[in-house]
């Protein structure tokens, strides 16, 4: 009996006696077909080129900023949307419209551009969007919005009749440093609102630009420009023009208004402060002697740069038709002050106080400027 069993065991028949020993036989006969399915894994992933990676990134998709665009007069508008896209493996593109009023036009325009092509207003939600090449189901998109504006028509602009210092006379005289007044009035006829300004020029060289003023369709406005003189003294030949726009671009509408400017140096004379009266600044009472002479002065300044003359003049009451006394002329260079002087003399009878009223005036009489003190005889 001992003989037939040890057959038995040499030549593999598993054994009955004992449970240990048949769970031990279960498991290697579980092992070994393990074994045999990762063989066969591992055979048929080396078939297909080896082992299968993870999939994929998703690409990241960027189509910039929003953007804005306004049709222009054939109703047609467009945008350049530029793109970028970050894949690990190559991607398929596609541009779709997610909102928006009409269908739009895509053309490739360069690397990384893509030119969207507008006929209709409206705002439009454009997708781009990335699909990966080894993976369909590995998308990435973005979104821009597009707005698109009706149809851009230009303003019309109409100039009326230019007027200078409130004439449609254009032969004008001014001193240096002056200015001119200009006034034209301006319509806009077309849709959408406008700009001008006026544009002095002389000799085709511009001598003096205005700023410009808004027009509404519809509109009429006055546009101003106050150019100041700073000509050479003579003779100007200069042409104003309406500019539709901006400055320094301008577009000339209408024909251009000659002004014939003669630029002269006008003595500009005012009195400096107050006059001394017998040695007494801005004296208002003096008592003096019989036959005894009164000094006063006056200095006057010349703002203008021409020459210019001026006296002083005294009147005295209740007496004055017995009293004019006038000084001398005296000529002050332009930018230049002189004081001018006028001697009085009491040759009145009576002791009593008098009224003098002291004035300056220019060679054409006009008055300069007035002081009045108090004259007493002792």
Request: charged residues 10%.
């Amino acid at each position: 009996m001992a003989r037939q069993q040890r057959i038995r065991r040499r030549i593999g028949i598993p054994s009955t006696s004992g449970s240990p020993k048949k769970k031990g036989g279960a498991v290697v006969v579980v092992a070994g077909a393990a074994a045999l399915g990762g063989l066969a894994w591992w055979l048929l992933s080396k078939k297909n080129g080896g082992p299968p990676g993870p999939p994929p990134a998703t690409p990241v998709v960027d189509v910039g900023d929003d953007q804005a665009v306004t049709l222009d007069a054939t109703s047609n508008a467009s945008v350049i949307i530029p793109f970028s896209i970050v894949a690990d493996n190559p991607v398929n593109l596609a541009w779709t419209v997610t909102s928006g009023p009409a269908p739009v036009a895509f053309s490739p325009l360069a690397a990384n551009q893509e030119l969207a092509g507008f006929q209709t207003p409206g705002t439009y939600v454009i997708r781009l969007t990335a699909t990966d090449t080894t993976d369909s189901s590995v998308q990435g998109f973005d979104e821009l919005v597009v707005t698109v504006n009706e149809v851009l028509l230009e303003p019309i602009l109409v100039p009326g009749e230019l007027k200078v210092d409130g004439f449609a006379s254009y032969t004008i005289t001014r001193n240096q440093g002056a200015t001119i007044s200009c006034v034209w009035p301006v319509q806009n006829v077309g849709d959408l609102q406008g700009a001008a300004f006026i544009q002095i020029t002389e000799g085709g060289a511009v001598v003096g630009t205005g700023a410009p003023f808004p027009i509404d369709p519809g509109q009429t406005v006055a546009v101003n420009f106050n150019p100041v003189v700073e000509l050479a003294v003579g003779i100007h030949i200069l042409a104003a023009t309406v500019m539709e726009g901006l400055p320094p671009d301008g577009v000339p509408i209408g024909s251009a208004q000659i002004i014939t400017l003669t630029v002269v140096s006008i003595p500009v004379l005012a009195p400096v402060g107050l006059p001394t009266i017998n040695g007494i600044f801005g004296a208002p009472e003096v008592t003096v002697v019989a036959g005894t002479p009164v000094p006063v002065t006056w200095p006057c300044e010349n703002s203008g740069g021409g020459a210019g003359q001026a006296r002083l003049r005294a009147t005295i009451a209740p007496f004055a038709s017995f009293f004019p006394v006038n000084g001398s002329l005296v000529t002050i260079p332009g930018f230049d002050t002189k004081t001018l002087l006028l001697t009085l003399t009491t040759t009145l009878l009576a002791k009593q106080s008098y009224t003098v009223t002291l004035t300056m005036r220019d060679a054409s009489n006009v008055v300069l400027g007035t002081y009045e003190f108090g004259l007493t005889r002792s």
